[in-house]
C-alpha cells in the first residue's frame, strides 16, 4: 500500500503482552479455502453475504474465533449443527460456539451474514460520484473483516472463490478473471463469478462494484487493464503503457513469471491511500494513475509511473510472499519502495527516478534522526499500532537500507538473493531472516550482520571522518540526531558498507563496531577528493573536517554525481540543524551548486530555504536574505531562457525550481510573470491556455496565489469541482491554502468542512495552512473552534496527518496548546505522532535559536561582499 508523498513518522511501542495478545486469534485452525457469495445493494449502502470457510481443526473444538467488525450474523452452521455466535467489538472478534465440538481436521463453516457499504474508506464501503455509487475495498490492514468474517491475519492464507450478484447494467471486477456471468438470482440482477485464486492473505482479497471501463493491454502473454469510471477512461492510456514495461521488467528481473492470470488496476473516486495492491487487482487514488498522456506535465506522468511500479512490486513482494507478521511490514513496503525506483528509471531514464530517490532519503534520513522514531521492525499487535506502521521508517528507510545493501554486494548478487528468497517462500510466508539470510548465502558476505544492525536497531548513524593518514582515513560513527539537545544513545553503533569516491572507481568497506579507520585504495593519493558516500547509497550522513569539506565543494560540479551532490546538500543542512555545522555553510555551498543543472536539487533546496525563511529568519533577515537569494539565482534563471516545446524535461523543471525560489525571494520581474501565467491558466473567460508549460504554470500560479487576490481564488475554487482530469483538480486545490488573506483562508478552511471536498482530499487543506508560517496560526485557532467539524472529515490515516502538520510551529506556546488539546482530543492512532510533533516543535525551537545568529552573521558578510 503506498501513501505517495503523506508517509507518517510515527513511533511504535510495544504493548503489555496480555493486552497485545488478546487483539490476535486463538492458534489451532487453519483456513483452506473460502467461497464468498456477496449482494450489495447501493442504494441502501448495505450488502448480504452467503459464505463458506473450509478450515483445518489440529485439535477437536466446540468453539471457533474468527475476526468480524460491523457484520450482522443471521446463522452460523457446520454440517447439522448451527451455532451460537457471540461478538467482543473491542477485539472485532466473532465465536460461533457448537452443541459438540467439531472433530480435528477437516471442517466446513457456513455463514450468512449483513454488512453496511461504509462511508469510511475501509473494508467494503461506497465511493461516490455526482452521478452514481460504486461499492469498493480496502482491507489493508485489518478491514477486510469488515466485508466477510474471516482469520483476518497475514499467515493465514486460504484460496477464493468469490461471486458477485450485481445489478444489470454494472460489472465487477476481482482479483481473477471472471469465468461465468449469468442472469438473477434476483430479479434486475446477474451473478458474475471469478476463478478460483491462489493462496493469499485476507487483505489482498478485492471486488469492486460498478459501472467501469477499461483501456486493455498485454505484456509477457498477461492481458492488463487499467479502468475507471466512465467519464475518464480516456485518462488510463499512460498506465496501460506503464504496466506493460514494468510487467516485462519484473518477470525479467525476479527470474519468477508474474502469478495471476491477468492484471487489472483501477481508479477509484474515493480512496484513501495512494494506491492498494490487491493480488492481481490493484486500487488507486485516481491521481495517482488517471493522466493526460497528450497534455499532462512530466511530473504528474512520473507520478503515475513511480506507482504503478511500486504497487506491482508487491504482486511478488507482499502478495506471492507475505510477512509473516505486520512487524516485518517492511518486508512489503521497503521492497516496493526500493523496487519502484529501478523499474520506472529503467523505463524512462531521462527523468531522473534516481535524483527523486536521492531526495526521498533526505526525507527519510530526517525523520529517522528525530528523537521519537523506531526500528524497522517492530512489534504491532493492535489494528492502531497496525496502522501506525505504515511510515516513513517501514516505506523509506527499509527501501534504502536495501539499496545499500545492492551497493554493497553488487547489483547481480542482489538480484540473485532476490530470485532464491522468493523462490523459497512462493505463496507462502517470510520473516526478515529468511531474506537475510538468503542474500548472505548467495553473496557470501555478512549481509545478515549488516541488514540485522538496521533492522533492530533506531536511528541515523553519523560518520565523522578526519584527515587521511596513510593509506587510510579515521572515522567515528555515532547516531546523529536534528536536535542539539538530544543525548540518548549517541553511543550507538552499526555494521555499515562505505563505499568512498577517491580516484577511479568507488572502494566499498564494511565499518564494524569495533572500527575506527577506513583502508583507501592504492589509487587514492594525498591530494585525491574523498567523498564518503558514492552513488549516495549509504543510510548515514557524513561530517568532514574543514580542509576535506572544502576540497569537495571545489570539485563537487565536476567529480560529484547529481545524486551524490544531492546527498552533499543534504547532509549540509541536516548538519545546521542538529547545531554541527552553521546555516551559513549550508548557503555557502548552495551558493557554490548554483549552476547545477539539475532540477531535483533546487526542488530539495526550495523547500530547505522554506525552512529558514520560515524557522530562523526575522523579519529583517528575511529581506536581506531575499536580497541575497535574488543576486545569486537571477542571472541563473534568466539564462535559461524562454520554455521550448522541445527542451529536455529537466530544463523545464529547473526553469520552474528557480523560478519558485526567485518568486519566494519577491523578485519583482518574476511576480509580474507569475501573475500573467496564473491568468493564463485560470483565465477570467474562456479556457486555460494549453500551450502553457505545465511545470512553469504550476509555479507561477503557486506564486501568484500567495499574493493573490478574490478574484484569482475564485477561479481556482471553481476549478476544484472539476472532476474532468484528477490531477488538474488535486492542483487547484493545493493551489487555494496559498492565498494568505484572512478572509481568503477563512474561505477555504470552511470549504474544507462544507461536505464539498471528498473526504480523503479536506485534510490537504489543514495540512496545506498549517505547514505555512503565514496562515498557521489562523488555521489552528479555526481548527480548535470548529473540532467537531474539522473531526467529521477525517478517515482511517487523515487525522494523524493534522496532527502531524502541526510540527510546523516553532514556539513554546504552540508547542503546549498542540500537545494539550490532542490529548484531550484524541485522533484515532495518533498518540505517537503526538510525541514526534512535540519533538519537531522543540527541535525548531533550537534551531531558531542557535541558527538565528549564525544567520545574521552570515547575511552581514554576505552585504560586505556584495558591496565589493
Not at 557 to 578: K, Q, Y
Not at 634 to 641: H, K
Not at 738 to 754: G, I, M, N, W
Request: aromatic share 8%; net charge negative.
Amino acid at each position: 500500500m503506498l501513501f505517495r508523498n503523506t508517509l507518517l513518522a510515527l513511533v511504535v511501542l510495544a504493548l503489555p503482552i496480555s493486552a497485545a495478545d488478546a487483539q490476535r486469534l486463538p492458534s489451532g485452525v487453519q483456513p483452506e479455502a473460502y467461497n464468498l457469495t456477496l449482494t450489495p445493494d447501493l442504494k441502501a449502502a448495505t450488502f448480504t453475504g452467503q459464505e463458506t470457510i473450509d478450515i483445518t481443526l489440529d485439535h477437536p473444538s466446540r468453539s471457533i474465533t474468527l475476526n468480524a467488525a460491523e457484520i450482522t450474523f443471521l446463522s452460523v452452521k457446520s454440517g447439522e449443527q448451527a451455532a451460537e455466535v457471540s461478538l467482543d467489538p473491542a477485539k472485532e472478534q466473532a465465536t460461533f460456539t457448537f452443541p459438540e465440538a467439531l472433530p480435528a481436521g477437516h471442517a466446513r463453516l457456513e455463514i450468512s451474514y449483513t454488512g453496511i457499504l461504509n462511508d469510511k474508506l475501509r473494508g467494503f464501503y461506497l465511493s461516490k460520484t455526482a452521478r452514481r455509487n460504486y461499492a469498493v475495498t480496502q482491507f489493508e490492514p485489518t478491514d477486510a473483516r469488515r466485508a466477510y468474517p474471516s482469520f483476518d491475519e497475514p499467515a493465514l492464507k486460504a484460496t477464493y472463490d468469490i461471486s458477485l450478484v450485481v445489478d444489470n447494467g454494472d460489472t465487477a471486477i476481482s482479483n481473477t478473471n471472471i469465468i461465468s456471468d449469468t442472469p438473477g438470482p434476483i430479479a434486475g440482477k446477474h451473478t458474475i463469478h471469478f476463478a478460483t485464486t491462489p493462496r493469499m492473505s485476507t487483505y489482498l482479497v478485492a471486488f469492486l462494484v460498478g459501472d467501469f471501463k477499461c483501456t486493455e493491454g498485454k505484456s509477457d502473454g498477461v492481458p492488463i487493464r487499467a479502468c475507471s469510471t466512465p467519464d475518464k477512461v480516456e485518462l488510463t492510456r499512460f498506465a496501460v503503457e506503464a504496466a506493460e514495461h514494468v510487467l516485462h521488467y519484473y518477470d525479467n528481473y525476479f527470474g519468477i513469471k508474474y502469478p495471476m492470470p491477468k492484471l487489472d488496476m483501477v481508479a477509484l473516486p474515493d480512496f484513501e491511500a495512494g494506491a492498494m495492491e490487491n493480488f492481481g487487482c490493484i486500487t488507486y487514488r485516481e491521481t495517482d494513475l488517471l493522466v493526460d498522456a497528450k497534455h499532462g506535465s512530466v511530473d504528474a506522468k512520473k507520478r503515475v509511473a513511480i506507482v504503478v511500479a511500486h504497487e506491482m512490486a508487491h504482486q511478488w513482494f507482499g502478495d506471492m510472499v507475505t510477512m509473516q507478521w505486520w512487524d516485518n511490514i517492511w518486508l512489503n513496503e521497503g521492497f516496493a519502495t526500493w523496487m519502484e525506483t529501478k523499474a520506472a528509471q529503467n523505463w524512462h531514464p531521462e527523468w531522473h527516478f534516481d535524483q527523486d530517490a536521492a531526495q526521498d532519503l533526505d526525507t527519510t534520513l530526517n525523520l529517522d534522526a528525530q528523537a521519537t522514531t523506531r526500528t524497522i521492525r517492530a512489534k504491532a499487535n493492535t489494528p492502531d499500532e497496525i496502522n501506525e506502521m505504515f511510515d516513513g521508517i517501514a516505506y523509506g528507510k527499509a527501501g534504502a537500507v536495501l539499496g545499500m545493501v545492492e551497493n554493497y554486494v553488487g547489483q547481480e548478487t542482489f538480484r540473485r538473493g532476490v530470485h532464491n528468497y522468493l523462490a523459497a517462500h512462493l505463496y507462502g510466508n517470510a520473516t526478515a531472516e529468511d531474506f537475510w539470510n538468503a542474500q548472505t548465502a548467495t553473496s557470501h558476505l555478512p549481509v545478515d550482520k549488516i541488514m540485522s544492525s538496521f533492522v533492530t536497531q533506531p536511528g541515523v548513524p553519523l560518520l565523522t571522518l578526519s584527515k587521511r593518514e596513510g593509506n587510510s582515513v579515521p572515522v567515528a560513527q555515532s547516531r546523529f540526531f536534528l536536535s542539539a539537545t538530544v543525548k540518548m544513545g549517541r553511543d550507538q553503533h552499526w555494521t555499515i558498507p562505505v563505499c568512498l569516491k577517491t580516484s577511479g572507481r568507488p572502494d566499498c568497506h564494511l565499518l564494524t563496531p569495533e572500527d575506527s579507520t577506513l583502508p583507501l585504495s592504492d589509487l587514492a593519493t594525498a591530494s585525491s577528493l574523498l567523498f564518503a558516500n558514492a552513488s549516495d547509497k549509504g543510510y548515514y550522513r557524513t561530517e568532514y573536517a574543514p580542509a576535506q569539506f572544502s576540497d569537495i565543494v571545489a570539485h563537487a560540479e565536476t567529480d560529484l554525481t547529481p545524486v551524490e551532490r544531492i546527498g552533499l546538500l543534504s547532509d549540509r543542512w541536516a548538519l545546521a540543524r542538529s547545531g554541527q555545522g552553521t546555516v551559513g555553510d549550508y548557503l555557502n555551498l548552495l551558493a557554490a551548486l548554483k549552476n547545477d543543472p539539475n532540477a531535483t536539487l533546487f526542488d530539495m533546496a526550495e523547500q530547505q530555504l522554506e525552512r529558514i525563511d520560515a524557522d530562523i529568519a526575522t523579519s529583517s533577515d528575511r529581506k536581506e536574505l531575499d536580497a541575497v537569494l535574488r543576486r545569486e539565482f537571477e542571472p541563473v534563471y534568466q539564462a535559461l531562457g524562454s520554455p521550448k516545446k522541445s527542451e529536455p524535461h529537466d530544463r523545464a523543471q529547473l526553469r520552474a525550481k528557480l523560478f519558485e525560489i526567485l518568486g519566494d525571494a519577491k523578485s519583482p520581474s518574476v511576480l509580474a510573470e507569475a501573475k500573467e501565467i496564473a491568468n493564463r491558466a485560470y483565465p477570467a473567460s474562456g479556457p486555460a491556455d494549453r500551450t502553457l508549460d505545465p511545470a512553469l504554470a504550476e509555479a507561477a500560479v503557486r506564486i501568484a496565489a500567495s499574493n493573490g487576490d478574490a478574484a484569482l481564488y475564485d477561479r481556482i475554487l471553481e476549478a476544484t469541482h472539476d472532476t474532468a482530469d484528477p490531477d488538474l483538480q488535486a492542483e487547484a486545490l493545493r493551489s487555494i491554502t496559498r492565498f494568505r488573506s484572512p478572509e481568503l483562508v477563512t474561505r477555504t478552511l470552511d470549504y474544507a468542512v462544507s461536505g464539498k471536498v471528498r473526504n480523503q482530499d479536506s485534510w490537504r487543506i489543514f495540512v496545506g495552512l498549517l505547514e505555512q508560517s503565514e496562515t498557521q496560526d489562523q488555521a489552528w485557532e479555526y481548527i480548535q473552534q470548529n473540532w467537531d467539524k474539522v473531526h467529521a472529515q477525517f478517515t482511517t490515516n487523515s487525522g494523524t496527518r493534522v496532527v502531524k502538520a502541526a510540527s510546523y510551529f516553532c514556539t513554546g506556546e504552540r508547542r503546549d496548546q498542540v500537545s494539550q488539546f490532542f490529548s484531550s482530543h484524541k485522533v484515532d492512532a495518533a498518540e505517537r505522532t503526538l510525541s514526534k510533533t512535540v519533538d519537531s516543535i522543540n527541535a525548531c525551537i533550537q534551531l531558531r535559536a542557535t541558527q538565528g545568529p549564525e544567520l545574521r552573521r552570515w547575511l552581514e558578510t554576505g552585504r560586505q561582499s556584495a558591496g565589493q
